[in-house]
């Protein structure tokens, strides 16, 4: 049997790429999607025949009856938000029960871990990173402080010794930081029958599960959440997320050694978009911000807040690029840039004394950089309705040559609208 290997596809900007449109796409080609890192900040948009899913903790392979789906060790999950997001996805047709995984290493997300994230944000004040408040930062906290909860814990008989533990610590924490407004028996009576209803979905030693298939030939898609400019080393700290968000997140993630990766693809808009505090030296706060934010329905999936916009950075892709070894570019939403007579795009950065440089520099959240553009030739047409590349505007056809020029990676799959079948791959 041949031997099998993994994909990695993750975002190169600030999140909301399109990640879970494209795991979903390429979902036919693999056995199994895996996810990494991160936890229910994420939300991943799909849409099939007319209507949008939106997927938060489980894999994008879930709507394929023949993919496993695998929730990996590196992965941070609320049994709250995961049942809701179980019975959301049944009821939208797909097999959970039997094509569901989940690591039994990955950490819990207790109540306590959001309110101490909302305690958090409250004590930064105007310096608050904007998280989506899942309790995202305070669980890798306890996990990297060797405290965590683990999935597996639950069908431990002392479970709730455990939790009674991490919750008397975390109760100290909040009175520390004044914070006293909740209801924590509610939350917990919430959250101890989540724990019960998702006992019966299936929990594996994830790196033997995943290794076996390997062995076994199987073809492994590794699904992203956030991006490259989220990760906890390289991103824009402390305006990050808590995890390693490229592609080295993915061997610790799910206990799968570098040599079996067969490729990295990254995905990246168009333009950009971030959402939460933090720098974006091509950020638009004028009308074309504001038309893309329209145009490209730019609100958050999971939180619904409006995401900032901007110009395409390459500064900060180039950089993703080289980070994780990305071997294939996927750009999304070009059919959103439709209609502006000019296209720019971020080239560097210039300081506040007007020196420019074309890398992230250490002090990238100080410095207050605002980008140094080229100008490219817009194009009107409805890309939407577009199949075939050779039905490309010129100009934008231009633009894609430039791009894969600049960045010395080949894109081979352009999105042109949110549904599958808006997908052109190229030759
Ligand atoms: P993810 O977090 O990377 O999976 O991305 P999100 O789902 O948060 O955000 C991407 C949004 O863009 C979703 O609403 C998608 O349905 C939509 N989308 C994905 N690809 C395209 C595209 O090529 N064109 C347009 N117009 N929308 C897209
Ligand atoms: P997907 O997978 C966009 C941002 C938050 C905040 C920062 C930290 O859909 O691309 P956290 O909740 O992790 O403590 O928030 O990271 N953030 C995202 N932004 N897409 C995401 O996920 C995000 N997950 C977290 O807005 O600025
Ligand atoms: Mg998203």
């Known amino acids: ?35 990494f890192q991160g936890g229910p900040n994420a939300g991943h948009s799909l849409e099939m025949n007319g209507k949008k899913h939106v997927l938060n ?10 993919c496993l789906n695998l929730i990996g060790n590196g992965v941070v999950m609320d049994p709250v938000r995961l049942m809701e997001e179980i019975r959301r996805t049944e009821e939208a047709g797909a097999d959970v029960k039997n094509n569901l995984y989940i690591s039994r290493k990955a950490n819990l997300i207790l109540p ?3 309110l101490l994230d909302a305690a958090s944000e409250k004590h930064k004040g105007d310096k608050k990173i904007g998280s989506t408040l899942r309790g995202i ?10 405290s965590g909860v683990r999935a597996g814990d639950m069908f431990d008989p002392e479970f709730k010794q455990k939790y009674q533990k991490a919750i008397e610590r975390h109760l100290a924490l909040m009175n520390h930081l004044n914070f006293d407004d909740f209801d924590l028996e509610s939350l917990e009576n919430e959250f101890f029958n ?13 790196e033997y599960f995943i290794n076996d298939l390997i062995n076994q030939g199987k073809k492994i898609l590794a699904e992203g959440a956030q991006g490259s400019m989220l990760d906890i080393d390289f991103g824009s700290y402390p305006f990050v997320t808590s995890s390693n968000t490229i592609s080295g997140g993915m061997t610790v993630g799910l206990g799968v050694a570098p040599k079996h990766v067969r490729s990295v ?54 950089y993703a690029v080289m980070l994780s070894g990305v071997d294939e570019l996927i750009m999304m939403k070009s059919d959103v840039l439709s209609g502006f007579d000019k ?78 079948v808006q997908t052109v791959v190229r030759g």
């Open 1 to 35: 049997m041949s031997k099998g290997f993994i994909d990695v596809v993750l975002g190169l900007q600030w999140g909301d790429e399109g990640k879970g449109k494209i795991a979903d796409f390429l979902t036919p080609t693999y056995d199994v999607v895996a996810r």
């Open 57 to 66: 903790t489980i894999p994008s392979g879930i709507f394929h009856k023949n």
């Open 112 to 114: 306590t871990h959001k």
């Open 137 to 146: 930062g305070p669980t890798y906290r306890d996990k990297y402080g060797r």
């Open 194 to 206: 989540a724990v019960d209803a998702l006992k019966q979905y299936k929990f594996v030693d994830s």
């Open 265 to 318: 693809k990254g995905i990246f808009k168009a333009y950009c978009t971030r959402v939460g505090s933090g720098p974006f030296p091509s950020e638009l706060d004028d009308d074309i911000g504001e038309q893309l934010r329209k145009k490209g329905h730019e609100f958050g999936a999971t939180t619904g807040r409006p995401r900032r916009c901007g110009w395409l950075d390459l500064v900060a892709l180039k």
């Open 343 to 420: 296209v720019l795009v971020g080239t560097g950065y210039k300081d506040k004394s007007g020196n420019t440089l074309d890398t992230i520099p250490y002090d990238f959240v100080s410095a207050g950089f605002e980008a140094v553009y080229t100008e490219h030739e817009g194009w009107h047409d409805d890309l939407t309705v577009v199949r075939d590349e050779k039905d490309f505007p010129q100009s934008f056809s231009n633009y894609i040559s430039w791009l894969e020029a600049e960045v010395g990676v080949p894109i081979k799959v352009i999105s042109l609208g949110p549904d599958r």
